[in-house]
């Protein structure tokens, strides 16, 4: 039986691992869509609604940062994280790990979504973000639509998939996959990505950072010795 941290899953989906691959994908997924991406939007709305900021996390750096139109596509990449770590952790091989993973990728979200409800913060650089035209353009007034500007620190986007690098990284060393071509190019999408909240002016420095720091611990103290 395929270890978990949540012993509900043993009861209702007892024979899981007997589904194929994509089936098994789909399950990963489909958890944190219900448990990590539907709250995530519920708070948002709700953080806008309340209009209610309790912190000043910003710097001069951040007004300083140019708005950079095209950096909207790797902060769109995020979204591909989640099935990438999906289809990857419904191998065969690493099922195990890529439960405890999704949980505890989940856990993670409901940190960053306890502190967006305790310490809201608005993020207040979108007055810098125009000139985008064509494809850019598009794309950065369907992100202000769809995300109000709440929800600030940590950046989920940089918390989760700088977890996701450190998982896929996990999978390919314990595969013999993991060459320095594919670190350089993941690691260098990451940091794009991680870039970009800036630099399309959906996010404060501070929020990276903090992003970034507790994806650190979270990953080294905890989700990379449960997978072991």
């Known amino acids: 039986m395929t270890k978990n941290d ?33 709250p995530y939007g ?10 209610v900021s309790t912190l000043k996390v910003e710097i001069p750096l951040d007004w300083d940062l140019p708005f950079v139109a095209w950096m909207v596509i790797p902060y769109y990449s995020y979204y591909l994280y989640f099935p990438i770590a999906a289809w990857i952790g419904a191998s065969e091989k690493h099922r195990q790990h890529g439960l405890l993973f999704f949980q505890r990728l989940i856990a993670a979200a409901w940190i960053a979504f306890a502190l967006f409800l305790i310490f809201p913060v608005e993020i207040e650089l979108r007055s810098q973000a125009y000139g985008a035209e064509g494809l850019f353009g598009l794309m950065m007034t369907a992100l202000h639509e769809a995300d109000t500007p709440y929800n600030a620190w940590p950046s989920i ?16 060393k314990e595969n013999g996959t993991w060459s320095m071509p594919l670190a350089i190019m993941v690691w260098t999408s990451c940091l794009l990505l991680i870039a970009s909240t800036a630099l399309i002016k959906q996010h404060y420095v501070f929020d990276g950072i903090s992003g970034t720091i507790i994806a650190l611990l979270l990953w080294y103290k905890w989700i990379r010795p449960g997978l072991s």
């Open 6 to 38: 949540w012993p509900v899953i043993d009861r209702w989906w007892a024979q899981r691992n007997e589904w194929s691959r994509v089936k098994y994908a789909g399950f990963l997924l489909s958890l944190f869509l219900v448990l990590g991406a539907l």
């Open 42 to 51: 519920l708070i948002n709305r709700f953080s806008a609604w309340r209009g």
């Open 157 to 172: 986007h940089v918390l989760l998939s700088i977890l996701v690098v450190f998982f896929v990284r996990f999978v390919g």
